[in-house]
């Protein structure tokens, strides 16, 4: 049998299995003579350049929204990075939460209704089972749904307790005082906590109570989208900047935080006992109110 004669009833062997294609296979000659005689290396495309001019391009076809949401999508994902760093159980994120976030809320009435959703998601969390079993209610948060200035606080209290609202006891009737003085209005102002329910003793929260709850602070502040937050008292600092830095170290500057800028004072409770603190709270505010006017022009 010839070699073409073989080759011919090889293909119809094969056609009869139903084999239509046969891969083109490259001689042994020919690979090794390749070995031997490598082709120069084709000029490497500079990947940094290329996506970095991509990266503008997108950036600046996207809207401040867009922009924004991509900036807490990114400052969500280091913050559930470094809750695991610290040994902390980070739960799982709710598909309803992420569903509000993602509808990208922009007019004052849409920014309202999903905070009204978030807190009824909100008050039916049983995370700290400590905490649901002892509270009143969820301490949610109150004010302008876009509000330019965000206070956040620690936790509630008795009295937030009792009525649901953040900053209503005695720290909270002088952070009136304080807003008073610096020409704010309250009900300019968006106010929260660190965590929605109430510590027993009204002790400072624990880091995993914290971590529970952070899902919750990050959709108000992803839904507000304020410009600045002002953190009253080393545990809102501490949790919303993942630092432990001493407030007294922290003051008279900015840190940035998402899209926001943020400014760190003493807590009001703190004031009530320490009165001389008063006055370093009244320059902080003053240092922030400056910088406000500077703006502003």
């Known amino acids: 049998m010839t070699g073409k004669r073989a080759v011919a009833q090889l293909l119809q062997h094969l056609q009869a299995l139903g084999v239509s294609h046969i891969p083109r296979v490259t001689p042994v000659a020919r690979l090794q003579a390749a070995s031997a005689n490598p082709a120069p290396p084709r000029p490497a495309r500079s990947t940094t350049a290329r996506s970095a001019t991509a990266r503008s391009a997108t950036a600046q076809q996207q809207t401040p929204a867009a922009r924004q949401d991509q900036t807490s999508q990114r400052t969500r994902l280091s913050t559930a990075a470094a809750g695991r760093d610290q040994g902390l159980t980070v739960p799982s994120a709710l598909p309803e939460v992420a569903a509000l976030i993602q509808q990208s809320p922009s007019s004052r009435d849409e920014r309202k209704q999903a905070l009204c959703a978030l807190q009824g998601i909100v008050a039916a969390c049983s995370r700290c089972e400590q905490l649901a079993s002892r509270r009143t209610q969820t301490v949610f948060g109150v004010g302008n749904p876009e509000a330019k200035i965000m206070f956040l606080g620690e936790a509630p ?3 937030e307790d009792e009525q649901g609202e953040p900053f209503v006891g005695p720290a909270g009737q002088l952070l009136n005082k304080i807003i008073a003085a610096t020409k704010l209005r309250r009900e300019d102002l968006y106010i929260c906590n660190i965590l929605r329910c109430r510590p027993p003793g009204n002790r400072n929260p624990l880091p995993q109570e914290a971590a529970n709850c952070r899902e919750f602070l990050q959709a108000q502040i992803d839904l507000v989208r304020p410009e600045y937050i002002v953190c009253w008292g080393g ?3 501490h949790n919303l900047l993942n630092v432990q830095t001493p407030v007294s170290r922290m003051r008279q500057q900015f840190f940035e935080y998402g899209g926001a800028r943020v400014l760190v004072t003493y807590h009001p409770s703190f ?12 320059e902080d505010m003053q240092y922030f109110m400056q910088h406000l006017g500077t703006q502003d022009d």
């Open 235 to 237: 545990v809102a600092a």
């Open 271 to 282: 004031l009530l006992r320490n009165a001389d603190a008063k006055k370093l709270v009244w």
């Open 157 to 159: 209290g008795r009295e």
